[in-house]
């Protein structure tokens, strides 16, 4: 399994962006059964949970960024979104997918938002 995640990129303050990130060799059914979630770091810092969502959609978010990001998926195509919305110069950071099927992580390799102010 393999994790490919985009759309990070530089936006002012107030921007928008919208995360993606596919698996790779996965198999409807594990996907489907996954919790999903974005993490972020920052560096010299420990990466944070951004959002989750389990496989009936129920989601969670951090503080900080709850009524501004949106996680989604779609099962049929194997694929995670974070809509990032009214985004803040404390959003910079390496944002990652994360896959969990009951014991077992997958990770992204991580793609760089940066907001100026």
């Known amino acids: 399994v393999q994790l490919q995640a985009s759309g990070g990129g530089l936006v002012q303050a107030g921007g928008s962006l919208r995360l993606s990130c596919k698996a790779q060799?996965?198999?409807?059914?594990?996907?489907?059964?996954?919790?999903l979630a974005w993490y972020r770091q920052t560096s010299g810092n420990q990466r944070e949970s951004v959002a989750t969502?389990?496989?009936?959609?129920?989601?969670n978010y951090a503080d900080s960024v709850q009524g501004r990001f949106t996680i989604s998926r779609d099962n049929s195509k194997r694929m995670m979104f974070l809509q990032m919305n009214s985004l803040r110069p404390e959003d910079t950071a390496v944002y990652y997918c994360k896959v969990t099927y009951g014991a077992q992580d997958y990770w992204g390799q991580g793609t760089l938002v940066t907001v100026s102010s």
């Open positions: 060799r996965m198999i409807l059914s594990t996907f489907s059964g996954s919790t």
């Open positions: 969502i389990g496989p009936n959609s129920n989601s």
